[in-house]
């Protein structure tokens, strides 16, 4: 009589808190909260002097769920640098190549969307969101968002875009809100092949912004 054997293949798997940087092509499931993930290869991001601590982060890497940053090869302890929008800040200059590991989200179809979030700080002028992109890839946005202060809830959908050869901008922002929300977003282009999107804030709150978004180019 022949044998008969069932294989089954598993991924790595746990909870979200658990689930470590991926190595490159691995899947990792999270249990409790349901969401699958995928590892990539390391990202340079710059050389550490000694003297610079902020560093860009590509937008592909600056809002994964979970990143390991090493400098010099060897990774560095999660409570010596935040990562906020693009922004990548040490407590204290590295030195030495860094580089950034990260899973990439794969979606599941579900009924419940994932935004990512962010503090705006109270009384900001013409302040970085942390949003932007390189625009030699693209230079077209839509974002669906929702702004929450003590004041109010608004719920809209920014579209904003560059023409790179005119070296123009522009915005528009179309939204409904529980009531007024003083703040204001505008575009920032002045950096090469970057477009930023940046805000004013009238009420002087801290306000929490949530979004969603997609990128195309208009070439």
């Keep these: 009589m022949a ?14 808190s658990d689930l470590p940087v991926l190595d490159p092509g691995e899947i990792g499931y999270a249990k409790d909260s349901r969401r699958l993930f995928i590892g990539n290869d390391v990202v340079n991001i710059g050389t550490g002097n000694g003297v610079l601590i902020g560093f860009t982060l590509p937008l592909s890497v600056s809002k994964p769920n ?3 940053v090493f400098v010099a090869g060897s990774a560095v302890n999660a409570s010596t640098y935040s990562i906020t929008g ?24 579900s009924d ?5 979030s962010i503090s ?3 009384n900001g002028s013409n302040a ?21 202060s003590t004041n109010g809830v608004r719920i809209g ?14 915005i528009a922002d179309n939204y409904t809100e529980t009531a007024a929300v003083g703040i204001t977003f505008s575009v920032d282009i002045a950096s090469a092949n ?25 070439n």
């Design 157 to 170: 959908q920014l579209r904003f875009g560059t023409d790179i050869s005119a070296s123009t901008s522009t």
């Design 66 to 68: 979970i990143t390991t």
């Design 86 to 109: 693009t922004t990548l800040l040490f407590a204290s200059a590295p030195t030495g190549i860094i580089t950034v590991g990260f899973n990439s989200e794969i979606d599941i179809v």
């Design 3 to 16: 044998t008969t054997r069932t294989s089954k293949i598993r991924v790595r798997q746990g909870n979200f």
């Design 120 to 122: 705006l700080a109270a």
């Design 112 to 116: 419940v969307t994932l935004p990512s």
């Design 128 to 148: 970085d969101t942390g949003f932007q992109i390189d625009t030699t890839n693209y230079n077209i946005v839509v974002m669906d968002y929702t702004l929450e």
């Design 194 to 218: 970057t477009m930023k999107l940046m805000y004013t804030d009238a009420d002087n709150l801290i306000t929490k912004f949530k979004y969603t978004y997609q990128l195309w180019n208009s």
